[in-house]
């Protein structure tokens, strides 16, 4: 969750922006804090400090999950290789995702704002790897075509409930696959302008 402190010297100032998450059905929340030029990370009790000028990379994409189909995720990667990530749903139980698209755009916006600040030469993108995209988008359209072609010709045989169904699994697969291709498209942004489909802003929740 996101709060928000009144006006306060600098160094206080710096510490008003949090977010805390349980990233798994099973699992223990998470807690994520802007502090200056680091990102802490809470968990279990331990607290791991990330410097923002070590950021070689921060990534946004799409990346939905089991009950938690509007799932957006930020991963961010150190020079030194490793990797923190936080994504847009909170898990309450097993099969209770809930999404916090409001506080984690906002939070994403700050951390962008800061790293690029702290790390001028961080590259920002958004999307999967050109590579990983490209077998998405085929696979995506192999199992959509190959459907369709099912569908056509158990209809010209005159199987039309066949058809039917077979259309209908076409047309789930369609509304599964197309947010996955569209906005998991590879390229870069400017971190004070981040894709809104991604980083929702505070007035906008995602259709996707």
Do not use: H
């Not at 279990?44 to 990346?63: F, H, I, K, Q």
């Not at 009950?67 to 749903?89: C, H, N, Q, W, Y």
């Amino acid at each position: 969750m996101t709060r928000t402190m009144p006006d306060e010297p600098a160094d206080q100032a710096r510490e008003v922006f949090a977010y805390e998450q349980t990233p798994r059905p099973v699992g223990f929340p998470v807690a994520f804090r802007l502090k200056g030029k680091a990102l802490e990370v809470e968990r279990m009790g331990r607290t791991d400090r990330v410097p923002l000028e070590r950021v070689a990379e921060v990534r946004l994409s799409y990346a939905p999950a089991s009950f938690a189909p509007g799932r957006r995720e930020t991963k961010i990667r150190l020079d030194d290789g490793r990797s923190v990530a936080l994504t847009s749903v909170t898990y309450r139980a097993m099969f209770d995702a809930r999404r916090q698209d409001e506080a984690y755009g906002r939070f994403v916006r700050e951390l962008l704002r800061r790293t690029a600040k702290a790390s001028p030469k961080a590259r920002f993108v958004a999307g999967r790897p050109f590579a990983i995209w490209v077998v998405l988008l085929v696979v995506s359209l192999l199992i959509v075509g190959a459907l369709a072609v099912f569908a056509w010709e158990t209809w010209r045989i005159g199987e039309t409930m066949i058809a039917a169904v077979a259309g209908a699994v076409g047309l789930l697969g369609i509304w599964q696959l197309e947010p996955m291709v569209r906005l998991n498209k590879p390229r870069d942004f400017a971190p004070q302008d981040p894709p809104d489909s991604l980083v929702p802003p505070d007035s906008l929740v995602p259709r996707a």
